[in-house]
């Protein structure tokens, strides 16, 4: 077996010492973009808090709005970004602005790898979003969507087929809101608000 030459050996070393150079400074630059990232996030959420104050002027909520959409422009892909959408659709809903809000909270609920709350409180704030507009159906398929894999035992279930009820129940929809009433009582025996919910049933001529 013939041994590789010097020459060849160096050249190898060189090609492997300049990856491990080339690895490292990508490295670098993506922790670097990520710390970068995660401060413009930061600031942005800061900016944001005031806004939510009772005396907060609409000013101070389209200057905090405008700061998250601008670092959501700047690094979409970074971990901050789900929470900041969902904070931009807050803003923007309390503004009215429900077509904004409902697009805000679609990016929070879309996020790979997001935290599950952000992305179902997205999806619940959506059809929030829908029935302040008065498209009661669109809100009711959007509750439908945010209950999803649920059970009857995880967060929003209960007041999630409440909403899902009477969105139904307000587009018109009678066997269908009769429906999901009835699943609450049947699905969670101890709901908070099952007196009401059986008046509702009365109110619809259901047992």
Known sequence: MTLPS?????????????LALALAAGWFWYAASQRAAGAAYAAAMATAQPAHAAQAT????AAAARALEAVLARHPGAEGAALAALELGNLRYAQGDYERARAAWAIAASKAGSAPT?????????????EAAGKYASAADAY??????????????EQLLIDLARMEELSGRKAEAVAA???????????????DIRARLLALGAS
């Open 6 to 18: 010097r020459r060849t050996l160096a050249i190898g070393g060189g090609a492997i010492f300049a």
């Open 58 to 61: 609409p000013e101070v909520r």
């Open 118 to 130: 952000i992305q179902l409180l997205a999806r619940a704030s959506i059809g929030a979003a829908w």
């Open 144 to 157: 439908r969507t945010a209950l999803g894999t649920l059970g009857p035992k995880d967060f929003l279930y």
């Open 181 to 195: 009433y009835r699943r609450i009582l049947k699905e969670v025996p101890q709901a908070r608000r099952a007196e």
